[in-house]
Nanobody, 114 residues
Framework: QFQLLQSGGGLVQPGGSLRLSCAAS????????MSWYRQALGKERELVAI????????DYADSVKGRFTISRDNAENTVSLQMNSLKPEDTAVYYC???????WGQGTQVTVSS
């Protein structure tokens, strides 16, 4: 079956960095666009970043542009989210997602706090 297994996340101080990773299995990863979403407590899930199947095109939510970078390794079937200059408002559960297959990762808590 389709599976997305996330790793990374945790607690970091404001201004710090974290890296999230997502390992895909059960489908041809290199043919699928991938994305990262997040959901803060009491808020709707929102799109953070998206990357095309080849990695040649990326797009970001305005709130993270210039701070977050999405990337992928099609040889390793992984997609990553590098998060720099983190702010308290970045605190949320982050999810890896493949929309074509309606598949979500298990979610990873990111907490930005001093």
């Amino acid at each position: 079956q389709f599976q997305l297994l996330q790793s990374g996340g945790g607690l970091v101080q404001p201004g710090g960095s974290l890296r999230l990773s997502c390992a895909a299995s059960g489908f041809t990863f290199s043919l699928r666009a991938m994305s990262w979403y997040r959901q803060a407590l009491g808020k709707e899930r929102e799109l953070v970043a998206i990357i095309s199947s080849t990695g040649g095109t990326t797009d970001y939510a305005d709130s993270v542009k210039g701070r977050f970078t999405i990337s992928r390794d099609n040889a390793e079937n992984t997609v990553s989210l590098q998060m720099n200059s983190l702010k308290p408002e970045d605190t949320a559960v982050y999810y890896c997602h493949c929309s074509d297959l309606a598949t979500w990762g298990q979610g990873t808590q990111v907490t930005v706090s001093s």
